[in-house]
């Protein structure tokens, strides 16, 4: 009893291994799906390293980065200006105003 006992579990063993495969792989099947279902109705978000979370946060963000361009180019203007006069007081005040743009260094407040 024991001996055919014995040769059963060794012949279903091999088809109890595929049928727990199988289950994992429908496991994981049903969650991928699931995942992706609730992205596609708003319920979950998934995000990608760098990317931002919402199209709201990407579209401030290229609109702040556009904004720092003008401020950045509109500073570049005044000093060039201030250094083709060769006025020292504009050239100073372009400075305080923005002297990141020009060393990295964040904008002093006028204190």
């Known amino acids: 009893m024991v001996g055919g006992f014995t040769w059963w579990l060794v012949a279903l063993l091999p088809v109890l291994l595929v049928l727990l495969w199988?289950?994992?792989v429908a496991l994981s099947v049903v969650l991928i799906c699931g995942v992706y279902g609730?992205?596609?109705?708003?319920?979950?978000?998934?995000?990608?390293p760098?990317?931002?979370a919402t199209v709201q946060q990407g579209i401030a963000e290229r609109q702040a980065a556009a904004?720092?361009?003008?401020?950045?180019?509109?500073c570049e203007r005044r000093a060039v200006a201030a250094l083709s006069r060769d006025d020292?007081?504009?050239?100073?005040?372009?400075?305080?105003?923005?002297?990141d743009v020009?060393?990295?260094?964040p904008v002093a407040d006028p204190e």
């Open 38 to 48: 609730a992205a596609q109705h708003g319920l979950v978000e998934i995000q990608a």
């Open 102 to 105: 020009f060393t990295g260094d």
């Open 22 to 24: 199988w289950r994992q």
């Open 88 to 99: 020292g007081k504009a050239l100073a005040r372009v400075h305080r105003e923005c002297g």
């Open 50 to 52: 760098g990317m931002p």
């Open 67 to 74: 904004r720092e361009r003008t401020r950045r180019y509109a």
